[in-house]
């Protein structure tokens, strides 16, 4: 990999850790090491992690900088975890370099893993670089402050299908909302659906748990968690 070829490429980042696990997904449990980047298209009122977009309570520019693709690609490939998860905000905003980043880290034999709001689509190049995609398609009550226009982009839903590479998960706080998700599933073909509860604390977490075991087997969706809240509440850089 030369530095010639990612010469100008910057990611704007908020946060990198490892010797962590995958929380969340189909990968759950999995040794991982995740690169949180900046930004984020969407404002939705119960998001954990602010920080990475919310320049109105934030100072982002304390709160972020900027990483080039080669330093990035340093610090992953030194981490002891095969497994890399690229998360937000919203990493797909900022493609040129996400890519470049990926294609790196898949060069080096790493598995990774994005984490998308799936309203942005992925370019041709990315998906060729070999990710896969957790898709967390945001629901009506999670997105409320949002039109559905904003929230649900059927055209990006349908792309991050066609990759064959996309888990989708979904945040939810009552059986309810499995109604709505049961409607994409049928309107765009969603696969490998995951349901967690919503919640920063692990008393949260275990409650909602409790109360969507029963609806979310029915409806023959993986029961999903959140394992870093459980074991470490809602602590950064875990
Ligand atoms: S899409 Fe994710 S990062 Fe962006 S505001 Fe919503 S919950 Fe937060």
Not at 14 to 25: D, I, M, N, Y
Not at 199 to 213: F, K, N, S, V, Y
Request: glycine share 10%.
């Amino acid at each position: 990999m030369s530095t010639l070829q990612h010469a100008g490429l910057r990611l704007r980042v908020s946060e990198k850790f490892g010797s962590t696990v995958q929380g969340e997904g189909s990968s759950t449990g999995m040794p991982a090491c995740f690169i949180r980047l900046a930004l984020c298209n969407l404002i939705c009122s119960p998001c954990d992690t602010p920080y990475t977009w919310d320049h109105k309570r934030f100072d982002l520019r304390a709160e972020t900088h900027y990483g080039g693709i080669e330093e990035l690609l340093v610090w992953a490939l030194a981490q002891p975890e095969d497994l890399v998860v690229i998360t937000g905000g919203e990493p797909l905003i900022q493609m040129a370099g996400l890519t470049e980043l990926v294609k790196g880290l898949r060069a080096a034999g790493r598995m990774v893993e994005i984490e998308t709001n799936g309203t942005i689509a992925p370019s041709e190049p990315l998906v060729a670089a070999g990710p896969s995609f957790n898709v967390s398609p945001k629901l009506s009550r999670f997105g409320a402050a949002m039109p559905e226009t904003r929230r649900l982009r059927p055209d990006v839903l349908r792309a991050f299908v066609a990759t064959g590479r996309a888990r989708f998960k979904f945040v939810v706080s009552e059986p309810a909302e499995l109604a709505e998700i049961a409607a994409l599933e049928a309107a765009y073909g969603l696969t490998d659906i995951s349901v967690m509860p919503e919640g920063t604390d692990p008393e949260a977490i275990l409650a909602g748990m409790r109360t969507l075991e029963g609806p979310v087997r029915e409806q023959g969706y993986r029961l999903g968690t959140r394992l870093h809240v459980l074991l470490w509440g809602d602590e950064r850089g875990r």
